[in-house]
């Protein structure tokens, strides 16, 4: 038998770590340099898409899918320099901000695991 609770908990710690090194980050008006924040994204869609399988049928389903989708096309906008192009102190701010309510996020699906 897989030891599913720990496991997901080690998943979420990394998660935990991701969005409050993006949060600061972004609220500073720094990104994540293009390579890490490829695999950062990849990873995050990887980790919503397990929290559906474990949370099958569970209202949180509607905004991990979101996110799982979220992720996958940041990983793209990631691998192909679009957010490079488009990011402004602003628009870095806005995206600290939205990492501060994901990480929220993250903390209610290990919650939910409990």
Known sequence: ????????YGLGAVMVAIHAGGAYLGLRGEAIPRTP?????IYEALYYAAMML??????????????AVIHWAG???????YLGRLSTLR???LYGAYELVEL???FIIMASLS
């Open 37 to 41: 924040g490829t695999y950062i994204s």
């Open 75 to 81: 990983a793209f906008a990631y691998y192909r320099g």
């Open 54 to 67: 474990l949370l099958a049928g569970s209202p949180l389903m509607a905004p991990l899918a979101l996110f």
């Open 91 to 93: 628009r870095l701010k």
């Open 1 to 8: 038998m897989i030891p599913v609770l720990p496991i997901t």
């Open 104 to 106: 929220g996020f993250i």
